[in-house]
T-cell receptor, first 112, second 115 residues
Framework: QKEVEQDPGPLSVPEGAIVSLNCTYS??????FMWYRQYSRKGPELLMY????GNKEDGRFTAQVDKSSKYISLFIRDSQPSDSATYLC????????????FGSGTRLSIRP | KAGVTQTPRYLIKTRGQQVTLSCSPI?????VSWYQQTPGQGLQFLFE???????NKGNFPGRFSGRQFSNSRSEMNVSTLELGDSALYLC??????????????FGPGTRLTVL
């Protein structure tokens, strides 16, 4: 079993819909949680960064962490075709970038 | 400011050969990390360099090596290539390598195909 599980999709939704992306994990020691967006033929870019449990909002994006359930989510409101990409969840026990464990990514497609 | 650049963008090699990939970090960044991305295993950490010293290493065989120069540019080398080494190799840079205080920026990657 992988430490971080993420549904690979693909997930296809109409423009304007609310998108929910999720990851589960097994290591209760994880404290730092991240979401990355990766466009085709590009490297990942950091979207959201949260520490411990709770919610964090940034524009149309909301990240949620439920440590008791070992479950994290990324919500995208008013989805746009430009949001079509692969979304990677990532987490680590320590803040060092070398210790980050990545999910395998969910491919998202927003239909105009 | 200029982002992380990686060269070459695409490479085709045959089994048994060796390959060297290059990464130029964002100006001022001293931490450079390398990752391997494959459909089956996802993104996996290879190693991190900080101020010319390897600071961390992932679980990859010794065929994978790297170095960092005084200008923070980094290279990674893979010797005796195997079919399973076909992957996207990503480089990422940051000032400190500490995610709680610093953002890591990824380059576009080098797509390596081993035939």
């Amino acid at each position: 079993q992988k430490e971080v599980e993420q549904d690979p999709g693909p997930l296809s939704v109409p423009e304007g819909a609310i998108v929910s992306l999720n990851c589960t994990y097994s290591n209760s020691a994880f404290q730092y949680f991240m979401w990355y967006r990766q466009y085709s033929r590009k490297g990942p870019e950091l979207l959201m960064y949260t520490y411990s449990s709770g919610n964090k909002e940034d524009g149309r994006f909301t990240a949620q962490v439920d440590k008791s359930s070992k479950y994290i989510s990324l919500f995208i409101r008013d989805s746009q075709p430009s949001d079509s990409a692969t979304y990677l969840c990532a987490m680590t026990r320590y803040s060092s970038a070398s210790k980050i464990i990545f999910g395998s990514g969910t491919r998202l497609s927003i239909r105009p | 400011k200029a982002g992380v650049t990686q060269t070459p963008r695409y490479l085709i090699k045959t089994r048994g050969q060796q390959v060297t990939l290059s990464c130029s970090p964002i100006s001022g960044h001293r931490s450079v990390s390398w990752y391997q991305q494959t459909p089956g295993q996802g993104l996996q950490f290879l190693f991190e360099y900080f101020s010319e010293t390897q600071r961390n290493k992932g679980n990859f065989p010794g065929r994978f090596s790297g170095r960092q120069f005084s200008n923070s540019r980094s290279e990674m080398n893979v010797s005796t290539l195997e079919l399973g080494d076909s992957a996207l190799y990503l480089c990422a840079s940051s000032f400190t390598g500490e995610t709680s205080t610093d953002t890591q920026y990824f380059g576009p990657g080098t797509r390596l195909t081993v035939l």
